[in-house]
């Protein structure tokens, strides 16, 4: 039986990793470099899908993927960035909900899964490497 001063702990990616993910980033880049450039013809519709699975698959591997010297104030910093990320993107849905009506009587579009998740993901990466520098 677990004691109440055991904490729930969950395994990351080891930190060789990193070089796989940052690696990854090359792949939507240089879609979006084809892309824009008219290299490639892709349907709107499929590019947007691909690319946001290319982009979303290296930012959540970088968030989970563990630091070179893993120790508790690495885990405090990681848990403070995530409740700080939480806390900015149910802000951000609320106030953008809220400046969205009242700009315009109706609703113009709603807010996508995948923009909040961008937003507490760069809050998370954000406020993670600044804890890092300062602390």
């Not at 590019?47 to 893993?70: D, N, Q, Y």
């Not at 700080?84 to 009587?105: E, K, P, Q, T």
Request: hydrophobic fraction near 55%; glycine fraction near 2%.
């Amino acid at each position: 039986m677990k004691s109440d001063n055991e904490v729930l702990t969950f395994k990351l990616l080891p930190n060789k990793y990193k070089k796989l993910v940052y690696a990854l980033f090359i792949i939507p880049i240089t879609f979006g470099i084809l892309k824009s450039a008219n290299i490639v013809e892709w349907e709107d519709y499929l590019f947007k899908r691909i690319f946001t699975v290319l982009f979303f698959t290296p930012l959540i591997l970088l968030v989970f993927t563990a630091e070179k010297v893993e120790d508790e104030r690495i885990q405090k910093i990681r848990l403070n960035a995530l409740a700080f990320a939480a806390v900015y993107g149910f802000g951000y849905l609320v106030i953008a909900n809220i400046m969205d009506l009242a700009m315009s009587n109706e609703a113009s579009e709603e807010i996508k899964a995948k923009e909040i998740l961008l937003h507490m993901i760069v809050m998370y990466l954000c406020t993670k490497f600044y804890m890092l520098r300062n602390n």
